[in-house]
């Protein structure tokens, strides 16, 4: 399974609310423009997690790499790839060809 049960079961729960709240103000109250504040309203929160959590992955995948790339400068070991012997010299190679040039990374 590529996503835990209670994330579906969450993720369904809140398109359900959505729908009997959408169709109870479409359908009961004739409010066109109160079902349209609402999608956008709820859009803008649901894009807004979304947005933090790929952040936050994206911080945490940052910091791996910046870890990795530390740890390979000081004694060639160190990156996470499946055959890190490989990823090392093809990384010298990339450095001594002027391909990618090392940055001063800070943890």
Same mark, same amino acid.
């Given at each position: 399974?590529?996503?835990?049960?209670?994330?579906?079961?969450?993720?369904?729960?809140?398109?359900?609310? %959505?729908?009997?709240?959408?169709?109870?103000?479409?359908?009961? *109250?004739?409010?066109? *423009?109160?079902?349209?504040?609402?999608?956008?309203?709820?859009?803008?929160?649901? %894009?807004?997690?979304?947005?933090?959590?790929?952040?936050?992955?994206?911080?945490?995948?940052?910091?791996?790499?910046? *870890?990795?790339?530390?740890?390979?400068? *000081?004694?060639?070991?160190?990156?996470?790839?499946?055959?890190?012997?490989?990823?090392?010299?093809?990384?010298?190679?990339?450095?001594?060809?002027?391909?990618?040039?090392?940055?001063? %990374?800070?943890?």
């Amino acid at each position: 399974s590529l996503v835990a049960r209670y994330k579906i079961v969450s993720t369904l729960l809140i398109i359900s609310f %959505y729908v009997v709240g959408a169709d109870w103000i479409y359908v009961y *109250k004739k409010r066109e *423009k109160a079902f349209l504040v609402a999608s956008i309203i709820f859009s803008m929160i649901t %894009y807004s997690m979304v947005f933090k959590i790929g952040l936050n992955n994206l911080s945490t995948h940052r910091y791996k790499m910046v *870890k990795g790339i530390i740890g390979w400068q *000081k004694n060639r070991k160190g990156l996470a790839y499946p055959q890190p012997n490989v990823a090392s010299e093809t990384l010298s190679l990339a450095i001594k060809r002027g391909t990618f040039h090392l940055m001063n %990374y800070r943890e």
